[in-house]
């Protein structure tokens, strides 16, 4: 487009591309929607794309084939999705890429082997009804795995925009920031501090100029949820950092991501320069009104620890990403000695939808003190690993048994981490707790960003605190002592315990080392770094005292306390553990009973994986 929108412009472009699916609706074309997430596209989704484009126009199909982003199924990934009739295939290959056109879109026959629920082939299995979807409800993912996240057209398509006119005509900044109190939104970052009140403070401040930044610099293992939405709808949080701008007063914002997400990046830059041609960025006077604002991308190197408010600003300005001491906070005085606001990616996600549906809509989904939905990256050992979007006050058991499917392989459930390397380890007995902001907290957990981290019982509690401890020590800046000498001192104990030299001492050590932590610390990495040490000894204190009382691991995880022996009641000389034993530890002929030399064991467990028989045991 050549000239700026303006309201009514808009509105009818709207309307026209609303008209436009209607009439490709009643032609009777259907819709392939290719999961264009980044890890079905590491599994082929590229290619499965590319065949559907060939397929389809081979056989003249009168289709329209979309690459979307995450549709959060990601265990059963590539996906490919029919509408209208909401067929759901899973595992699509791209040779498979002939059957979906030639029977289903052409033939009218559903592809029965690519349904997740064969059983269900007469119906074509909805989407919906499938289990690891029925009790999610989608705000955040609203567009992903609907619409083609590098169209601008789709999104205004699907009510884009359209928060921004009633934040531009029918509001006042005063009005805006209310809608957002009233709605009960709170920071989905992990501290849950209320966006309305953020907001409000920085609008109360006279400055010249007034920034917005979104967090978009993803660092807790194992999560993805902030790189999938903006991935699978880029415009939605362009649109909500323009709504936060004018209520507060802000001209400029910045989206600081890390240069670890490409994808993510390159539709990020594609929709900032799609808004910037229809006039909706980086002008004055947006869609004819007397709003201005633009905004950057900033990239960042992968600091754990730039994902702290101040270290992040520090980041954009071009300094070393370590924290300040607040106050001032950044709302007050943050980049470049200015007013900022800083949300991160999913809190910024629900802002466009409240300011459109209202806060009264909003309210009423979650709990009495935390509404609306949380979206939460599922991995671990659950069957349905992905990225899911529940309401707030789900329990954790319908999250991983009834979303998840359970625990793979008929193992026990052992513990949840949620909250990423500053969260807690939940254990059994919480399973019908429900998830909020003030039950993890009163179980000693945070609801974090959305890390969910489901372990069984072959996991050692021991190992998986020391690995979170790896992780933020690595991670400290190394500015304020707590943090720094805590963190490390924590490190040390554990490393100890896990190779059998700890000692009963090491309890209250370790006790006395976290509560310095938590209170001593500069930022929230060094305050929250010691909470899975926490979590352990309150409630595995068993599994650790065995690791210092007997020098045993319970779980067979921690090597040094390991020791495989092959029981010759059940070996039979398959010698299936000795092929695959890399030290040539295990010796016997076949048909005989073999052992395994304890000298040249590394403990790698390949024979205790690999026997059928169970005949390898942990001593």
Known sequence: MSEKLTRECLDALRARLVAENARDAESGRQYLLVCGGTACDSNGGLGLYAALKKAAEYAGANVSIVRTGCMGFCERGPIVKVLPSDTFYVDVKPEDAPAIINEHIVGGQVVTRLLYDKTQAEA???????????????????????????????????????????????????????????????????????????????????????????????????????????????????EAMMIAGRATGATKGFIYIRAEYPLAIKRLQIAI??????????????????????????????????????????????????????PPFPAVKGLWGKPTIINNVETLANVAVIITKGAKWFNSIGTATSKGTKVFALTGKVKNSGLIEVPMGITLREIIFDIGGGIPNGRKFKAAQTGGPSGGMIPPEYLDMPIDYESLAKIGSIMGSGGLIVMDDTDCIVDVAKFYLEFTVDESCGKCMPCRIGGRALLNTLTRISEGRGEPEDIQKMRDICQAM??????????????????????????????????????????????????????????????????????????????????????????????????????
């Open 518 to 619: 938590n209170r001593a610390s500069l930022c929230g990495l060094g305050q929250t770094a010691s909470n899975p040490v926490q979590a352990m000894l309150h409630y595995f204190m068993d599994e650790v005292m065995a690791h210092i009382n007997d020098r045993k691991c319970p779980s067979g995880k921690c090597k040094k306390l390991v020791q495989y022996r092959i029981n010759p009641e059940r070996c039979v000389g398959c010698t299936m553990c000795a092929r695959v034993c890399p030290a040539g530890a295990i010796v016997g002929k076949v048909k005989e009973k073999h052992v395994i030399d304890p000298q040249k064991c590394i403990k790698c467990g390949q024979c205790y994986n690999t026997c059928k028989l169970h005949a390898i045991e942990i001593a």
């Open 124 to 238: 074509g299995h909805e989407g919906k009804d499938i289990d690891f979807y029925a009790k999610q409800h989608r705000i955040v993912l609203r567009h992903c795995g609907l619409i083609d996240p590098e169209k601008i057209e789709d999104y205004i398509a699907h009510e884009g925009y359209l928060g921004l006119e009633k934040a531009l005509f029918e509001m006042t900044p005063e009005g805006i920031i209310q809608e957002i109190l009233d709605s009960g939104l709170r920071g989905r970052g992990g501290a849950g501090f209320p966006t309305g009140k953020k907001w409000q403070f920085s609008a109360g401040v006279q400055a010249d100029q007034k920034y917005i930044v979104c967090n978009a610099d993803e660092g807790d293992p194992g999560a993805y949820m902030d790189r999938s939405t903006l991935e699978g709808d880029p415009h939605a949080i362009l």
């Open 273 to 326: 320069d799609q808004a910037r041609e229809y006039g909706l960025l980086g002008c004055r006077n947006i869609l004819g009104s007397d709003f201005t604002f633009d905004i950057e991308l900033r990239f960042g190197a992968g600091a754990f620890v730039c994902g702290e408010e101040t270290a992040l600003l520090a980041s954009i300005e071009g300094k070393r990403g370590q924290p300040t001491p607040r």
